[in-house]
């Protein structure tokens, strides 16, 4: 996929979908789905780079981070993204970004949206006056229905509260995969090492929305292999006085040293809340619980 926000335009026409696709849930992928099937034309996303966007302009936390974001479109066959920072076109009229950015940046001619999508000064532009605006400059548009999951219609703000409370399993469902983190291990304390169960230690950033603190059955991708593996997530309260959000993730059947590299986890079901332990040896027979009842869930035993 090439990043064209900053460079020129593509020589051929592209379809692209437009959308803030913060979490690339199902409802986000049906969307993107209408540009892929426009098959003479290249396939495109406009959205926005979450990583760098100024506070003021986010409204909520980011169910994905913008790299993990660019790799899953990638894997779906996008072939061009243009991400600005919001504050870059948030000011310009309707028609303006119609022209400046659909055609002078993107070369588009088809675009499409969600009926929730907003653009241009103040959000004034809807996706029915896209339309409008786009048979002047020979854009067609698609306007792509809510994608409904069980009767519940499939938005981020739900996802988010399913995540805030510890429900991974549900929003994974409405995700269409699973809920992964795809982040730079730190040095931590060591701890693990001296019971038995050594971690890899990951800080999820302050613009991610935050999982229910505790611990989860996940998995882990190392050089392509996947791994089980148990997460928690939290401040980590038997062995720190609190701080940053800390994952800390023991892989099982792993050895290795992974520091610096970036590494995705993936949660699957979450276990238990996070408490503070009386001592070392009650958490680690804590976390030897937590394994067990893990690899049940992940053998599909339970």
Do not use: W
Request: aromatic share 8%; proline share 4%.
């Amino acid at each position: 996929m090439i990043d064209i926000t900053y460079g020129t335009a593509p020589k051929e026409k592209t379809a692209v979908a437009l959308g803030y696709f913060d979490g690339l849930h199902l409802g986000h992928i049906g969307v993107i789905n209408a540009a892929l099937a426009q098959k003479e034309l290249k396939p495109a996303v406009f959205t926005f780079n979450c990583d760098t966007t100024l506070p003021k302009f986010r409204s909520q936390e980011d169910i994905i981070s913008f790299d993990y974001k660019c790799e899953m479109l990638d894997k779906i066959g996008v072939e061009y993204i243009f991400a600005p920072d919001f504050a870059e076109v948030c000011d310009l009229p309707d028609e303006d970004f119609v022209e400046r950015i659909l055609v002078g940046k993107i070369n588009a001619g088809f675009a499409c949206c969600g009926r929730n999508f907003r653009f241009g000064l103040g959000g004034g532009g809807t996706p029915e006056r896209l339309a409008k605006i786009g048979v002047r400059f020979g854009i067609s548009v698609e306007i792509v229905e809510d994608v409904c999951l069980d009767g519940q219609m499939i938005s981020s703000t739900h996802i988010r509260e399913l995540i805030r409370r510890g429900n991974i399993l549900e929003a994974n469902r409405f995700l269409g995969y699973e809920l992964s983190f795809r982040l730079p291990v730190v040095h931590g304390n060591e701890l693990g090492r001296t019971i038995e169960y050594p971690t890899i230690n990951q800080i999820i950033p302050a613009t991610n929305v935050i999982p229910r603190f505790g611990a989860y059955a996940s998995s882990v991708e190392v050089n392509g292999r996947h791994y089980r593996a148990i997460t928690n997530i939290g401040i980590r309260p038997t062995v720190s006085d609190g701080g940053c959000v800390v994952m800390e993730t023991h892989i099982i059947g792993f050895s290795g040293d992974l520091y610096g590299e970036k590494i995705t986890v993936s949660l699957m079901k979450f276990l238990r809340p996070e408490r503070k332990f009386k001592d070392l040896s009650v958490l680690k027979d804590q976390i030897a619980e937590d394994i067990k009842t893990a690899e049940k869930i992940q053998k599909g035993e339970i």
